[in-house]
């Protein structure tokens, strides 16, 4: 069974950092994806950033340029360094892990969520 654990968020001001990080425990795939979305409430998911087997990264429209995904094999955590944070990134955001990762969460039944972690954004 895989769990994903995030840690890392908290409140911070517009401007400011964190990096998020998620541990990963339990056998995934070398072949699939992770990846970290966030969301606000009442609204659907999104991709923030998403690094796949090869370890190439692609990155929401949002986080391009302040944003930077990244992942230490050797102890299976993932990471994304969020910096220059605006009120707009206030949400929760969740580790994903899936052969597939869509814009908008897992592609397939067989992937895996996080318990998310809430970022906070003051201007």
């Known amino acids: 069974q895989v769990r994903l654990t995030e840690s890392g968020g908290g409140s911070v001001q517009a401007g400011g950092s964190l990096t998020l990080s998620c541990a990963a425990s339990?056998?995934?795939?070398?072949?699939?994806?992770m990846g970290w979305y966030r969301q606000i409430l009442g609204k659907e998911p999104e991709a923030v950033a998403i690094?796949?087997?090869?370890?190439?990264?692609a990155y929401g429209v949002s986080a391009k340029g302040r944003f930077i995904i990244s992942k230490d094999n050797v102890k299976n955590v993932l990471y994304l360094q969020m910096n220059n944070l605006k009120p707009e990134d206030t949400a929760m955001y969740f580790c994903?892990?899936?052969?597939?990762?869509?814009?908008?969460?897992?592609?397939?039944?067989?992937?895996?969520w996080g318990q998310g972690v809430q970022v906070t954004v003051s201007s």
């Open positions: 690094l796949d087997s090869d370890g190439d990264a």
């Open positions: 994903a892990a899936d052969g597939i990762l869509t814009p908008y969460g897992l592609g397939s039944d067989s992937g895996y």
């Open positions: 339990g056998y995934i795939d070398s072949g699939w994806s």
